[in-house]
């Protein structure tokens, strides 16, 4: 074999190594891609879930304070009757009092 | 020369393929923080996310709960003042028709006699009008007059419900004892007697 046959030979082999290297450098640097990708639809669902469990979350508790309002409502209305009845029973003796006391205070 | 040509290009191959392997395996590595990094990141920010919606939550329930809580104290409140206006109600027909008490001469003498104390003159002029009352019923509340004083008797109650008003003979000093004028300087004795009496409180 001649000499500029050995250098071809060299050459053809440093170029097959280049490809080698840049094949990978490709092959890298699209792993490097798809993980990111990937890492932003972790991100993505973990924010969807958030937020899904937010509306759960914000539905419940507008939900419990609707039924504890309703409990608010019954205990009222329970007052109101009691200051009816009592109103009721004890209004003459009322007018009584207050007309004494602006007769004679 | 064949042959360590051959091993030369061997070494090449060799070596490409060892930076190749090598840029993989950084690759895969960086990848596998990048995915670490992502995880831990999405936990966080899912954490925050629910960390936010409990005070968010807390806070709808509050307020809801604070505007009803509100909302039912108002009506106690105007249901407590509808039962004492209609107390106040009957007190003022009571007084109006006062006239027709056994107590009314005693009553009609005490007022004027507080009237003419607090106008302090020797000639007061003392209005004085009930409902249903005339001059022949008022023989008893001339004789508490002092000897200069001059009584007025109007035919229509004063101030609606009835009363006396004293004043000197200049009118400038003026002492209203009606009932409504008493019922106004009384309000808030009236106003916690009544809620004692009704209420208990």
Same mark, same amino acid.
């Given at each position: 074999m001649s000499g500029i046959d050995a250098v071809k030979k060299i050459v053809e082999t440093e170029a097959q190594a280049r490809r080698i290297v840049d094949e990978a450098s490709t092959k890298a640097q699209q792993i490097i891609s798809e993980t990111r990708e990937q890492a932003e639809r972790i991100r993505q669902e973990a924010t969807a879930r958030a937020q899904q469990q937010r509306e759960e979350m914000l539905s419940g508790a507008k939900s419990k304070a609707e039924a504890e309002a309703l409990q608010s409502d019954k205990e009222t209305e329970q007052i109101l009757n009691t200051y009816r009845k009592l109103s009721e029973e004890r209004k003459a003796g009322a007018v009584s009092k207050a007309v004494e006391l602006i007769l004679n205070a | 020369m064949s042959e360590s040509l051959e091993k030369l290009q061997n070494r090449i191959l060799s070596d490409a393929k060892h930076k190749a392997d090598e840029t993989i395996k950084d690759s895969q590595a960086k990848s596998q923080q990048i995915l670490e990094e992502a995880k831990q990141r999405a936990q966080r920010e899912f954490e925050e996310i629910i960390a936010k919606a409990n005070v968010e939550a807390e806070s709808i329930r509050r307020s809801i709960l604070s505007s009803k809580v509100r909302v039912n104290r108002l009506r106690i409140l105007e249901e407590k003042n509808r039962i004492v206006e209609d107390i106040i109600h009957s007190v003022e027909d009571q007084l109006s028709s006062?006239?027709?008490?056994?107590r009314f001469e005693e009553t009609a003498q005490r007022f004027v006699t507080e009237a003419v104390k607090a106008v302090d003159t020797d000639q007061p002029v003392v209005r004085i009008g009930f409902r249903? %009352?005339?001059? &022949?019923?008022l023989d008893g509340v001339s004789? %508490?007059?002092? &000897?200069?004083g001059k009584l007025v008797v109007d035919e229509k109650p004063i101030d609606n419900l009835g009363g006396v008003v004293a004043t000197d003979p200049e009118g400038k000093v003026v002492f209203n004892n009606t009932f409504k004028s008493r019922l106004e300087r009384l309000d808030n004795q009236l106003l916690t007697l009544i809620s004692s009496t009704v209420f208990g409180e």
């Open positions: - | 006062f006239s027709k008490s056994e249903n %009352v005339s001059k &022949k019923n004789k %508490v007059l002092p &000897k200069g």
